[in-house]
């Protein structure tokens, strides 16, 4: 079962990596204990596809930031803030800026 699922979702995910491969960035699915695979395969896809990966621990300490969500889930707008510091520190350098 898990394996069925697992090429599921690699077939999945890389279809979608289509269009964040334009993009440029990716933020790590952020998975339950004993899915590993799943984190394996996204980081494959986006080295392959030289997508760079936001990984899950930078994303959850912005969510474990004071005041960064409204409901422990969504962002409020300090943490909008901070994800968009976070994010264009990773992704800036690949945008001229005047």
């Not at 069925?4 to 990596?17: I, P, Q, S, V």
Request: proline letters at 3%.
């Amino acid at each position: 079962m898990i394996t069925l699922f697992t090429k599921r979702w690699r077939k999945g995910a890389a279809e979608a990596m289509v269009g964040v491969w334009l993009l440029g960035l990716l933020l790590e699915v952020p998975l339950p204990p004993f899915y590993h695979g799943f984190g394996r395969i996204q980081r494959r896809l986006a080295k392959k596809h030289d997508v760079r990966l936001v990984l899950k621990r930078v994303f959850l300490s912005i969510l474990a930031g004071g005041n960064a969500t409204l409901d422990s889930i969504h962002l409020s707008q300090a943490g909008q803030e901070k994800m968009e510091e976070v994010v264009w520190g990773i992704v800036g350098s690949g945008y001229e800026t005047e």
